[in-house]
């Protein structure tokens, strides 16, 4: 089974930056497509960025094109995701996943594996 643990949340002023990590255990992600989902409080969960398992294929929600910068580290068995210019309405509860299939990047229900996420809370 795999595991994901994310850290790196906290609070930022808008404009700061903040680096998300996701450190999988119990299994290599070096052939899972990797993605991060924030869910705001009362919202659905939205999907930010993913990444294909050989890191050479990224999407982005248009939201966050030129900010944010998903990559990842299968030595390590990591994935991170680096926030710049940060706005209010990043505030967030971001989670990492892993699916296997490919496709439908932006889909939450197409992903197997997701940790319990970390806050990112930016303040105006």
């Known amino acids: 089974q795999l595991q994901l643990v994310e850290s790196g949340g906290g609070l930022a002023q808008a404009g700061a930056s903040l680096r998300l990590s996701c450190a999988a255990s119990?299994?290599?992600?070096?052939?899972?497509?990797m993605g991060w989902f924030p869910q705001a409080p009362g919202k659905e969960r939205e999907f930010v960025a993913a990444?294909?398992?050989?890191?050479?294929?990224?999407y982005y929600a248009d939201s966050v094109k030129g900010r944010f910068t998903i990559s990842r580290d299968n030595a390590k068995n990591t994935v991170s995701l680096q926030m710049n210019s940060l706005k209010p309405e990043d505030t967030a509860v971001y989670s990492c996943?892993?699916?296997?299939?490919?496709?439908?990047?932006?889909?939450?229900?197409?992903?197997?594996?997701w940790g319990q996420g970390t806050q990112v809370t930016v303040s105006s």
């Open positions: 996943a892993a699916k296997l299939g490919t496709g439908d990047w932006n889909l939450d229900v197409t992903y197997d594996f």
């Open positions: 119990g299994r290599t992600i070096s052939t899972y497509n």
């Open positions: 990444i294909r398992w050989i890191g050479d294929t990224i």
